[in-house]
């Protein structure tokens, strides 16, 4: 269940804290004063949007199909939890579930005691209520979800829109599209997943090899489930039984109603576990206006592609008619659907695939960060190497030195200006998302492409970002495929004095 309300100067507590994670490395001293000066350093309304979360397993409808599943409502996703920038969120969440757990708040620059990620946040207990308080620094389209073990790959997600009430935004109306691969409860567990994958260590190298099982058996092949030229190579390791838009299968979708003629802003949000998505609207033109909550300079294209834990925002003008919104996942043969209605007529065929999926498709290397956002520190004071490992066949993910939490954290002083440069050494994309800032990205030609939280580092390249240290704390960057991070794709931007 979920409900928010704006309340003024509401008081909350929290009970049953715990350091229990499946993947928490050792803690790392947090400077409470420097926490505390840089969340009075960020914009207060005086207003608190309070919401309560409650994970526990649930039944739930997909259009058809009902799994039993963990999820914070009644519906996947969660109704969406809305403020102002400067408001404070307060969300109480009460853990149903039989094992730790915690919300992480993916993409708001927040207090890192906060943050929903341990060590720097421990994890609640169950049976335990622990409630998040902070506030909200930047507008942008959000989204929230559990940082313990594989719990990112089951209903357990919730949009989150920051609203800017000086800008009017220039559209109509809004659709919120959250994207999902599924599979607990028609397929194999997250778990039996990620058993299967760790089992094929130590059966020597047989990358190439073809698909093992075919789709919906939650087991690709030993180099992959497929292939995309857009995500340098294998698009992922898993084949899920089904993918979903807004908690529905493609056979069963879910209608947004319009009028001809408005100008809809689509918040498209990628909760997914292990796929990207490819993002097309049947007979409409996209203008990408955001990514991960920043302003870009206007970018018309026909289709956006989206790496787990990435959003775009998009604005298009709606025709007459019933027109499919089409996220196929991306080289896994597959696709999800939801319908936009705006007059009479008939929805395709579920298989039907727009045109505009081949046409242009955004990316970083086409976007650009507004002059107001634009993050150009000039010559950094710090460099620092992020080196991704692994490999399919051993399935030892890492960055640098080993798998987290038996890597080195990287550090970092308040105030400096950082360049962190992504060495992919793997034969597998990664979407890279750092907790608690934005940073700038650095497109291949040297040039400032927009600013994000979460970047798709494809195989054999590098990619490099700059940030501002201005957060302190600990913080996690780690891979946003939930089966990489767990096996220890991950480490720590650290905080030193």
Known sequence: MLSASLVGGLALTACGRSGSSSSAGPVAPINPPAIAAAEAARPHTGRTVAATLVPESRAIDLGGITVHTLTYSDTIPTPVIRANIGDDLAVAVTNRLDHATSVHWHGIALRNDMDGASPATPDIDPGKQFTYRFSVPHSGTYWAHPHTGLDTDFGLYVPIVVDDPKDSGNYDTEWIVVLDDWTDGVGKSPQQLYDDLRSRRGMGDMGGMGGMGGPGSGMGGMGGVGSSPLLGGDAGDISYPYYLVNGRISTAPSTFTATPGQRIRLRIINA???????????????????????????????AVLLGMGERYDVIVTAQDGVFPLVAVAEGKEASARALLSTGAGTAPDPAFQPTELNGRVATVETLTATDAVRMNIGTPDVRMTVNLTGGMMRYDWAINDGPYPNNTALSIKQGQRARLEFQNSSMMWHPM???????????????????????????MTALSVDLIADNPGDWMLHC????????????????RT
């Open 480 to 495: 946003h495929n939930g089966y990489h991070m767990e096996a220890g794709l991950m480490t720590r931007l650290d905080y």
């Open 433 to 459: 998302h750092l907790h608690g800032h934005t940073f700038q990205v650095l497109r291949s030609d040297g040039t400032l492409g927009p600013r994000k939280d979460t970047v798709i580092v494809q195989p």
């Open 272 to 302: 997914g576990a292990d796929t990207a998505f490819r993002v097309a609207l049947a007979g409409h033109t996209m203008t990408v206006t955001h990514t991960d909550g920043f302003p870009v300079t206007p970018t018309e294209t026909d």
